[in-house]
Nanobody, 118 residues
Framework: QVQLVESGGGLVQPGGSLRLSCAASEFNINVYAMGWYRQAPGKQRELVADIGVVLKTTYADSVKGRFTISRDNAKNTVALQMNSLKPEDTAVYYC????????????WGQGTQVTVSS
């Protein structure tokens, strides 16, 4: 069964940093564009950053210059380095395959909670 396990979240003060990790199993991420998404309370899930097969990256305007997405195909993992965190970054963060999300057929893992608060 395909699994995506996100980790690395936590409580951090504004201006702080966190590094999220996503471990995939039962499929190889190297043939997929992968994305990090987040969902804040009362809001729809949104794409934060994605990374293509050839390592092209895109970011939501709200996180440009602060977040960096990367992938390690050998370890079958995707990471999201988050710096200069703001309270509005508070959300549950998920990773997934872009293709399946766009097609509406993705299943989601548990996600990892990020809370930015003083």
């Amino acid at each position: 069964q395909v699994q995506l396990v996100e980790s690395g979240g936590g409580l951090v003060q504004p201006g702080g940093s966190l590094r999220l990790s996503c471990a995939a199993s039962e499929f190889n991420i190297n043939v997929y564009a992968m994305g990090w998404y987040r969902q804040a309370p009362g809001k729809q899930r949104e794409l934060v950053a994605d990374i293509g097969v050839v390592l092209k990256t895109t970011y939501a305007d709200s996180v440009k210059g602060r977040f960096t997405i990367s992938r390690d195909n050998a370890k079958n993992t995707v990471a999201l380095q988050m710096n200069s965190l703001k309270p509005e970054d508070t959300a549950v963060y998920y990773c997934n395959r872009r293709r399946l999300v766009d097609a509406g057929t993705a299943s989601w893992g548990q996600g990892t909670q990020v809370t930015v608060s003083s």
